[in-house]
C-alpha cells in the first residue's frame, strides 16, 4: 500500500474543507451517474470551487478507465459520506482518514478525466504517468528521466494484469548521468497507488 500522506488531500480548514471534499464527492456521484446511464459522450461539466487551482470546467470521462475504477469508487463514496453529512465546523482537516478517504477518491477522477484536481498551494508532482498494461512479457517502463536533481518530484501508477517471467516492470527509470543512473524494477503484478492494491 501506499504511504498514506502521499495519497491523502492536504490538511484544509473550515470553508476550503467543506468545499473540497464537497466537490470531490459531487463528482464522484456524478461519474457513477454517467456510468450506470451510459452518457459517457458527453462531456460533464462542473463548478471548481476556488479552493482548487483552475482547471478545465468541462472534461470527457474515460469510460474504460471509468468501468475498471466503478467498484473502488462506490466502495470510497461509503466510505466518504459520513464526512459530507456532518456541518462544516465538526470536520476536523487533520483527521487522517478524512485525508486519506478524499484523496483516493481524488485519484479516480483523475484517472477518470485525465486530468488533475489541485487545490491551490498544494506541492504535487511535477511529473505524472498513469501506464496500463495487460501482459508484461518483456521491459516495460513507466517514465525514463535525464537530468534529475534532488527537487525532480514524479508521480507513476502502473496498472498491470500480470507480469510474465521473462517481464520486467520499472516504475522509473532514472539517468543520472554517464558515471551512474537509478531504477525502481518491479517484478509484482501491480505498483500502484490505488485503494486495494
Given at each position: 500500500?501506499?504511504?498514506?500522506?502521499?495519497?491523502?488531500?492536504?490538511?484544509?480548514?473550515?470553508?476550503?474543507?467543506?468545499?473540497?471534499?464537497?466537490?470531490?464527492?459531487?463528482?464522484?456521484?456524478?461519474?457513477?451517474?454517467?456510468r450506470r446511464e451510459d452518457?459517457?459522450?458527453?462531456?460533464?461539466?462542473?463548478?471548481?470551487?476556488?479552493?482548487?487551482?483552475?482547471?478545465?470546467?468541462?472534461?470527457?470521462?474515460?469510460?474504460?478507465?471509468?468501468a475498471d475504477r466503478e467498484?473502488?469508487?462506490?466502495?470510497?463514496?461509503?466510505?466518504?459520506?459520513?464526512?459530507?453529512?456532518?456541518?462544516?465546523?465538526?470536520?476536523?482537516?487533520?483527521?487522517?482518514?478524512?485525508?486519506?478517504?478524499?484523496?483516493?477518491?481524488?485519484?479516480?477522477?483523475?484517472d477518470v478525466y485525465g486530468?488533475?484536481?489541485?487545490?491551490?498551494?498544494?506541492?504535487?508532482?511535477?511529473?505524472?504517468?498513469?501506464?496500463?498494461?495487460?501482459?508484461?512479457?518483456?521491459?516495460?517502463?513507466?517514465?525514463?528521466?535525464?537530468?534529475?536533481?534532488?527537487?525532480?518530484?514524479?508521480?507513476?501508477?502502473?496498472?498491470?494484469?500480470?507480469?510474465?517471467?521473462?517481464?520486467?516492470?520499472?516504475?522509473?527509470?532514472?539517468?543520472?548521468?554517464?558515471?551512474?543512473?537509478?531504477?525502481?524494477?518491479?517484478?509484482?503484478?501491480?505498483?500502484?497507488?490505488?485503494?486495494?492494491?
Amino acid at each position: 500500500m501506499p504511504d498514506p500522506d502521499a495519497v491523502a488531500i492536504p490538511a484544509l480548514a473550515g470553508a476550503a474543507l467543506a468545499q473540497g471534499i464537497t466537490f470531490l464527492y459531487g463528482q464522484a456521484a456524478e461519474l457513477l451517474r454517467v456510468r450506470r446511464e451510459d452518457k459517457g459522450a458527453h462531456r460533464v461539466v462542473f463548478a471548481v470551487p476556488e479552493v482548487f487551482k483552475p482547471l478545465d470546467s468541462a472534461a470527457r470521462p474515460d469510460l474504460a478507465v471509468l468501468a475498471d475504477r466503478e467498484r473502488d469508487l462506490r466502495m470510497l463514496l461509503q466510505i466518504a459520506e459520513p464526512f459530507t453529512a456532518r456541518p462544516a465546523a465538526d470536520l476536523d482537516g487533520a483527521d487522517e482518514s478524512l485525508r486519506v478517504c478524499f484523496g483516493h477518491i481524488r485519484a479516480v477522477l483523475e484517472d477518470v478525466y485525465g486530468t488533475r484536481f489541485t487545490f491551490g498551494g498544494e506541492p504535487r508532482p511535477t511529473r505524472r504517468v498513469r501506464q496500463t498494461v495487460g501482459d508484461v512479457r518483456g521491459p516495460t517502463t513507466g517514465m525514463k528521466i535525464r537530468g534529475a536533481t534532488a527537487n525532480t518530484v514524479v508521480d507513476v501508477v502502473q496498472r498491470v494484469k500480470t507480469v510474465h517471467e521473462s517481464g520486467e516492470l520499472t516504475g522509473i527509470d532514472i539517468d543520472l548521468g554517464a558515471r551512474q543512473s537509478a531504477q525502481t524494477p518491479h517484478h509484482d503484478q501491480a505498483n500502484e497507488s490505488s485503494l486495494g492494491d
